[in-house]
């Protein structure tokens, strides 16, 4: 984005200090952020003083970025589009689109469909002003949905297009429904799989380095009590293994793959 989104602030750091759940801080961080935007968009129409939930806005989204880094749904782009509508000061837009993605979240509804992406939405008020989903087909609610974790520190562009690339490959008689997540260092994988419960396979490139950049303490949390001492200290072409190890020790049902250039045994 032309835009860099800021940092979390110490005094945002300060007041979430009493989450202990990475999962209950995204899911109530939604419903603030759905009550701020309608509120933001409630005072502009009005032309009143928007400061107050203007910064209670880009604080929610502050806050929900590196969370959603580990989810597949919204994806990457989905919410970059979040911070253009509010950059814009397009708040109507906005809320009603934060409104529609609150509901499928805590419904879980989005796990039923196929989900386009949220650009796309930004132009239905005039076709579907209530903001209402579409009935579900029963074979799509018959498939399983689960989230496939690519660990390989590849470019946004890229990301892209592996997404793209996967959904292109979809057909009608397939048995299940998924969406990919990709996290770029051996601690964000770790993380990714004892946050998101959808993610039901990894694949484990090479390459990737040890650290994240993410550094939000209720993420990093989930990290406590996991020894990555070895880890650290090997090159990045040779964690693969032993991040594939470590995840089958924490989730022994995730179906593991290794990409790799060198002799597997």
């Not at 499928?104 to 903001?131: K, V």
């Amino acid at each position: 984005m032309p835009d860099k989104n800021p940092p979390i602030s110490s005094a945002t750091r300060k007041k979430l200090g009493h989450y202990h759940s990475a999962n209950q801080l995204r899911f109530d961080t939604w419903h603030r952020l759905e009550h701020y935007t309608s509120r933001l968009s409630e005072r502009h129409a009005r032309k009143a003083d928007v400061a107050k939930f203007s910064k209670a806005v880009e604080e929610a989204l502050v806050i929900l970025e590196p969370i959603e880094n580990y989810t597949a749904f919204p994806s990457l782009e989905d919410f970059d589009l979040l911070w253009r509508l509010f950059r814009r000061e397009q708040f109507e837009t906005l809320a009603r689109v934060v409104a529609r993605l609150s509901r499928l979240l805590t419904s879980h509804s989005y796990r039923n469909r196929a989900i386009e992406r949220i650009e796309n939405w930004t132009m239905e008020s005039a076709q579907d002003p209530s903001g209402t989903e579409p009935d579900d087909d029963e074979d799509q609610l018959a498939r399983p949905y689960f989230e496939v974790l690519f660990v390989d520190d590849i470019p946004r562009s890229e990301i892209s297009r592996l997404r793209a690339g996967l959904r292109e490959m979809r057909r009608p008689e397939d048995k299940f429904v998924y969406e990919v997540v990709v996290v770029p260092s051996f601690e964000d994988a770790l993380i990714a799989v004892l946050f998101n419960a959808n993610i039901q396979a990894c694949v484990i490139r090479y390459g990737f380095p040890f650290r994240s950049e993410r550094q939000f303490d209720v993420l990093q949390r989930l990290l406590v009590g996991i020894d990555e001492s070895d880890a650290e200290e090997q090159p990045d072409s040779d964690r693969g293994p032993l991040l594939g190890s470590m995840i089958a020790e924490l989730r022994p049902e995730l179906d593991l793959y290794l990409v790799t250039d060198v002799a597997v045994e």
